[in-house]
């Protein structure tokens, strides 16, 4: 338990963000491989719960959670940037951040009894939270970049 209390979960939340925040930063002129990639960079915060010796299956609510609410989240934020600009993917976000939060609490609160019902421990800690989450969003955002740069071929 002491690997994953609040100073752990903290410098490895702050690593891994400076190390995402340079991967996307030097990546960023290629846009169509943005969101597999983020999807990739998912597996750095699975890798630290599973060093830290916790089972990645337990984690599973944060992940639902965190890719629930960041792919509706940029969902909406993609249809107010077309609808408006900047603005509206700004308004897009802070109105799709309020629907998603709630959206998505009811699919983590359905994965954590479906965990407990298969004796998966899943009681959270601040590092299996917050990688879990964070593992979650990364998934959520590099799919829906995926689908609308890819498939639905929307431009930025």
């Not at 994953?4 to 996307?24: D, K, N, R, T």
């Not at 990639?37 to 010796?53: E, M, N, Q, T």
């Not at 109105?95 to 004796?119: C, H, K, P, V, W």
Request: net charge neutral; with cysteine; charged share 10%.
């Amino acid at each position: 338990m002491k690997k994953e209390g609040f100073i752990p979960a903290m410098i490895s939340l702050i690593v891994l963000s400076v190390i995402l925040i340079g991967l996307v930063a030097y990546s960023i002129e290629h846009t169509r491989i943005l969101g597999p990639l983020l999807v990739f960079f998912a597996l750095f915060p699975l890798i630290i719960i599973k060093s830290s010796g916790r089972s990645v299956r337990s984690t599973g609510a944060d992940v639902i959670f965190g890719a629930i609410d960041t792919g509706v989240l940029m969902i909406a934020a993609l249809i107010g940037a077309s609808l408006a600009g900047i603005l509206g993917a700004i308004i897009g976000s802070a109105i799709g951040d309020s629907i998603t939060d709630g959206l998505a609490g009811l699919f983590e609160g359905s994965a954590a009894e479906s965990l407990r019902e298969y004796g998966i421990q899943e009681a959270r800690t601040p590092l299996s939270s917050s990688m879990g989450k964070m593992s979650g969003c990364l998934i959520g955002a590099g799919s829906v970049l995926t689908v609308a740069w890819t498939f639905l071929g929307l431009l930025i």
